[in-house]
């Protein structure tokens, strides 16, 4: 294989890997928030990546995942033997990408200022997932003609072997991906702590896990919008930030 068509391989690895990467709080993949600005193989098994952020001030912690989180996913193809991570334009740039590039945690790189642990933000974004996930998937099953009495008594494997359209194997792909996250046990559908679900307060859940789905839509939509304004297309750099002042009166 020529040297050129191996380089375009191995990039089209690395954005399968950031595609498994997710912003915690949106549920998304990274690559279609549009976060991903360069991949750069630098030399032999070397690999940088260059991504920014709707804000100067998006969330710290946040930021530090979703570096750490693509720094792993690209160090498991097999021909890699570093990768660095770079966050451009925000105002923990140089702290995320240091401590990203030393592999350690985000209490070791923020020291007294971090403020709780990753482990609890990700736990916590991980179940908004999953009641996301199971809102769409169960609102898709219902519309589909099932019944909610065969729902909540739905077991994993039966849920797997179902046969569905398209828009339905996508839907339980995502949620599988996550249903762990609420625990073990047999049932395919549970709560957000592994119990399960009466046939009869089906609805009732499934008002409240939306109610999680439209928050994240709105950032969704907000987090997009702020990004567009500030990387129009083809300004190629962040817009500066002008701080008008009122005139007094």
Not at 144 to 154: E, I, R, S
Not at 207 to 215: A, E
Request: contains cysteine; glycine residues 8%; hydrophobic residues 50%.
């Amino acid at each position: 294989m020529d040297t050129g068509r191996l380089r375009q391989e191995r990039i089209a690895q690395v954005r399968a890997c950031l595609a498994t990467v997710v912003d915690p709080e949106l549920d998304e993949p990274v690559t279609e928030l549009d976060f991903i600005t360069d991949i750069t193989l630098t030399a032999p098994g070397q690999v940088r990546i260059g991504f920014r952020l709707p804000t100067y001030w998006c969330a710290a912690n946040f930021a530090f995942l979703m570096a750490d989180d693509m720094r792993l996913a690209v160090s498991s193809l097999a021909w890699v033997e570093g990768v660095r991570v770079l966050l451009q334009d925000h105002m923990y740039a140089d702290t995320i990408n240091a401590g990203v590039a030393r592999g350690e945690g985000f209490e070791a790189a923020f020291g007294e200022a971090a403020e709780g642990g990753l482990q609890a933000l990700r736990r916590t974004f991980e179940r908004k997932a999953f009641q996301r996930r199971q809102a769409a998937l169960l609102a898709w099953l219902l519309e589909a003609g099932h019944t909610a009495q065969a729902l909540v008594a739905m077991r994993r494997e039966a849920l797997a072997g179902l046969p569905l359209a398209e828009a339905g194997e996508r839907l339980r792909a995502r949620y599988l991906q996550r249903r762990d996250v609420a625990g073990g046990g047999a049932l395919a559908f549970v709560d957000t702590e592994g119990g399960a679900i009466a046939a009869a307060a089906l609805a009732r859940h499934l008002t409240d896990t939306q109610r999680v789905d439209i928050n994240a839509e709105f950032n969704g939509a907000l987090c997009r919008g702020l990004l567009a304004a500030r990387y129009p297309p083809g300004a190629g750099a962040a817009v500066p930030i002008r701080i008008v002042r009122q005139p007094a009166h």
